[in-house]
């Protein structure tokens, strides 16, 4: 009887198996939820073969590796701190800003569309500072005239407030009719 060759892939071959049966993997930035940028952490085949891997966000934990990252893990402090700071800097930049968003209302204050994330980024690359919309964290599209807080999320426990105007554009709104 012939031998039949093992059907795995080469790819799951080469991953290292973790006491639970999943695959072990070094971080190599910090992933929610998962673990801090030098972790060695255990997930799932799919997680690692079709995110983390592809994504450059960890590499397979070989022993070489854990030895690197026990050489450098104060260097990788340091720089998380750094980054820490950077980002702690440019919330307080952030919650010095006040930005004014135009839009077109009714007799009764009401937008005829809403502002979004989207009008709010723009409003803040105005003033040079750039975010990306998914870091702005509205609870619902803003459909008033009004002065609104808003909270900016620039990274793990880093939060920023902004103040939002939604004012009336410019010959709109009841003040334009008089």
């Given amino acids: 009887?012939?031998?039949?060759?093992?059907?795995?892939?080469?790819h799951s071959q080469r991953l290292s198996k973790g006491p639970y049966g999943g695959i072990e993997l070094l971080l190599v930035q910090r992933v929610e939820h998962l673990g801090q940028q030098g972790d060695v952490v255990e997930v799932r085949p799919g997680y690692a073969n079709n995110y983390l891997l592809p994504q450059g966000l960890a590499t397979i934990a070989t022993d070489h590796h854990k030895r690197m990252v026990e050489k450098h893990k104060a260097r990788l402090a340091e720089i998380e701190k750094a980054r820490l700071a950077d980002?702690?800097?440019?919330?307080?930049?952030?919650?010095?800003?006040?930005?004014?968003?135009?839009?077109?209302?009714?007799?009764?204050?009401?937008?005829?569309?809403?502002?979004?994330?989207?009008?709010?980024v723009d409003g803040l690359k105005r003033q040079n500072i750039t975010i990306m919309p998914e870091q702005v964290r509205l609870d619902g599209p803003l459909k008033e005239v009004g002065l609104y807080t808003v909270k900016i999320h620039l990274g793990p426990d880093v939060d920023a407030e902004l103040k939002v105007w939604v004012v009336p554009a410019v010959g709109e709104g009841p003040e334009a009719a008089s």
């Fill in 1 to 10: 009887m012939p031998k039949t060759k093992n059907r795995k892939s080469r």
């Fill in 87 to 120: 980002l702690r800097s440019q919330a307080q930049e952030i919650g010095r800003q006040s930005i004014s968003i135009e839009a077109n209302v009714t007799d009764e204050g009401h937008l005829y569309g809403s502002v979004g994330a989207a009008e709010i």
